[in-house]
């Protein structure tokens, strides 16, 4: 069983940065895939990147290409999610999940972090 725990959200200004991580714990992640969902008040969550651990594979939403980069530390068995040129719409609770596949699709993850806030004001 793998536990996640998602940190670094907060409030930031438009055209700002953040970088958030998700740190594992109970199982290495080196056989699985990560991704990053969000989801904003009154939307379904969707699917914001993923990495495949063995290989760095990476898969990012149209979204958010060339703004985010999905990045991963062996040693420290933590997924990385910067975030540069943020948005308004770019507000919402962000997640962070583990997959024996390397997908975009929620459905495919097993387990799932508890979420952290970014709110992106204008």
């Known amino acids: 069983q793998v536990q996640l725990v998602e940190s670094g959200g907060g409030l930031v200004q438009a055209g700002g940065s953040l970088r958030l991580s998700c740190a594992a714990s109970?199982?290495?992640?080196?056989?699985?895939?990560v991704g990053w969902f969000r989801q904003a008040p009154g939307k379904e969550r969707e699917f914001v990147a993923a990495i495949r651990w063995s290989g760095g594979r990476r898969n990012y939403a149209d979204s958010v290409k060339g703004r985010f980069a999905i990045s991963r530390d062996n040693a420290k068995n933590t997924v990385y999610l910067q975030m540069n040129s943020l948005k308004p719409e770019d507000t919402a609770a962000y997640y962070c999940?583990?997959?024996?596949?390397?997908?975009?699709?929620?459905?495919?993850?097993?387990?799932w972090g508890q979420g952290t806030q970014v709110t992106v004001s204008s």
């Open positions: 109970g199982r290495t992640l080196s056989s699985y895939a």
């Open positions: 999940a583990s997959s024996s596949v390397f997908s975009s699709t929620q459905g495919e993850y097993d387990y």
